[in-house]
């Protein structure tokens, strides 16, 4: 089988349709449809664009079908936590502060109108492995690291899906299913030096970084940042103390990410390992597909992409 991977989504659900029928696929019976390929869904449905439960009422019905797979991102576990009691029912798994409303926001409106339904889209979001590993190829949202999915897999009796104590563990800092989940939905993170911080993409000031957790070439803070190249320039370019690195083997199955709204042209990270997430949220931003068709060295030819579509969103 072959498969057309796609990136992060947000909500922008014309560019969706504009890129499957891009790739050949057509809409069917309310199913987009390919005669030969299946699609792969790297997370991130949800939030910041225009179109969220549209995206859904696209993707939904693809997997259900069996026209498509997909793996969890960090929003749609943000949106499981932020619909979730605590333990002690006085609160909720992920705070509602101002700060997770503002990111939020977005998808909360889209589903104002019907508990039903957004309650409905919750329980489909816990359906969503956190990782699909399909023998010849590898699909997680931010970071694939071997050691964190075996440790799952061991709490779970083999299972790759979030269940009820892996949420709640996964939602108080300090924990290994914090660290594991954090790892898996939003990357290999590393503390800059005493003082340094950075704003991000959101105008967030961090004094983390995500870092390129193959790239063993990758020695200073510089380097190894993994994220918009507009924020390279406010990263130290001193040496990192420490291990910051994910083992990953340059003859591994291609794996393939999103989650770190890449800038340019869209090209292999390195010849086994690709981010499709290209900021389709943000103006100028556009959605990427890679089309595999069973290679192990990524070539940058397969990338297909579209535009965001501005008035379509």
Request: charged share 25%.
């Amino acid at each position: 089988m072959y498969y057309d991977i796609i990136g992060d989504i947000h909500g922008c659900n014309a560019t969706l349709q504009a890129l499957l029928e891009k790739l050949g696929y057509a809409r069917r019976d309310a199913v987009y449809r390919h005669p030969e390929r299946r699609v792969i869904f790297l997370g991130d449905f949800i939030d910041r664009g225009p179109q969220q439960r549209a995206v859904l009422d696209t993707v939904r019905p693809m997997l259900a079908a069996g026209t498509a797979l997909a793996v969890m991102g960090n929003h749609e576990f943000n949106a499981i936590a932020w619909a979730t009691p605590d333990a002690s029912g006085s609160g909720f798994l992920r705070a509602h502060s101002g700060k997770n409303l503002d990111q939020h926001q977005a998808f909360l409106q889209a589903y104002a109108d019907s508990s039903a339904d957004y309650a409905d889209a919750i329980d489909w979001f816990r359906t969503l492995p956190l990782w699909l590993d399909l023998g010849e190829l590898r699909i997680v949202h931010a970071c694939w690291d071997r050691h964190v999915i075996n440790r799952i897999e061991e709490a779970r009796q083999g299972s790759n899906l979030l269940d009820d104590a892996l949420l709640e563990s996964a939602c108080h800092p300090g924990s290994w299913q914090y660290a594991a989940i954090e790892t898996l939905l939003k990357g290999k993170e590393i503390a800059l030096q005493p003082g340094v911080s950075f704003r991000d993409k959101d105008g967030t000031m961090r004094q983390h970084i995500r870092v390129r957790w193959w790239d063993r070439e990758a020695t200073t803070y510089r380097a190894a940042f993994m994220g918009p190249e507009s924020a390279r320039t406010h990263i130290p370019d001193d040496e990192i103390a420490g291990d910051h690195l994910v083992d990953y083997a340059h003859n591994a199955p291609p794996v393939f990410l999103g989650h770190y709204w890449m800038e340019g042209t869209p090209a292999p990270l390195a010849e086994n390992i690709a981010c499709l997430d290209y900021s389709v949220a943000r103006p100028g931003g556009k959605l990427v597909a890679y089309r595999w068709n069973g290679e192990r060295r990524l070539r940058r030819e397969a990338f297909v992409s579209v535009e965001r579509l501005e008035g379509g969103d």
